[in-house]
């Protein structure tokens, strides 16, 4: 009975696939749930420092639309969403919230197409 022969291409392609380095939060959250965002690495980094914060506020992270704005607008990113995150405040302060998840989620596109800016430095 003759042995598989072991080729130098595919322990290479195994070393390969090994040593490479798990994805950063930023490539995650792109290939997981915003495939359509196409963001530089450092832009998505600053997106991706606030998904948290946007999530516990009810944006949908998937929209399409978002993914859109994020695109249209990578210069305004971190000022629409600490604007809106700073909305978000104020509503609490009131006792009151976002309505649902849409109304979240549209209020930071209409943020981002706008140029929303917050009225504290955060």
């Known amino acids: 009975m003759l042995s598989p022969r072991i080729r130098i291409r595919d322990i290479s ?3 390969k ?9 930023a490539e995650q ?7 359509w965002v196409d963001l530089d690495e450092d832009q ?7 998904v948290e914060e946007l999530r516990s506020i009810g944006v949908v992270l998937q929209d399409e639309r978002l ?3 994020l695109n249209g607008n990578p210069q305004n990113i971190e000022p629409a969403i600490q604007a809106v995150l700073e909305y978000g405040d104020r509503l ?3 006792h009151e919230a976002f309505e649902d998840q849409y109304h979240a989620t549209h209020c930071l596109i ?4 706008e140029g929303w800016k917050p009225n504290h430095a955060n």
């Open 44 to 50: 998505l980094e600053v997106f991706v420092a606030y």
């Open 110 to 113: 209409k943020a981002l197409h």
């Open 29 to 35: 959250l792109r290939n997981e749930l915003m495939p």
């Open 67 to 69: 993914q859109e704005a």
């Open 17 to 25: 696939e090994f040593s490479q380095e798990p994805p950063s939060a």
């Open 13 to 15: 392609k195994t070393v």
């Open 92 to 94: 609490r302060e009131k």
